[in-house]
């Protein structure tokens, strides 16, 4: 199985602040998404948690739909695979 190493680096943190995970390469933003919440203990006592996007050139994924003039795309859907740069 094919996986990717990725090094989540959190910015406007001080002091620096990064985790290292493990996804296979047909994981979703979504699992990235709850991937991120587990390894950082982040915690809401409301689902789905917050409002999180990742915007990549035009595309805005995330689990709410916008209208800011991105193309969006829901976070379930798409997998990490065809972002990631090698």
Request: glycine fraction near 6%; hydrophobic fraction near 40%; charged fraction near 20%.
């Amino acid at each position: 199985m094919k996986a990717y190493i990725l090094k989540l680096t959190f910015e406007y943190l001080g002091p620096s602040v990064w985790r290292r995970v493990i996804l296979p390469a047909g994981a979703t933003f979504n699992w990235l998404h709850e991937t991120i919440q587990y390894v950082t203990n982040i915690k809401s006592k409301v689902s789905p948690y917050h409002f999180y996007g990742i915007g990549i050139d035009d595309i805005f994924i995330t689990w709410v739909p916008i209208h800011e003039g991105k193309y969006y795309v829901e976070e379930y859907k798409c997998t990490i695979q065809p972002f990631l740069k090698i």
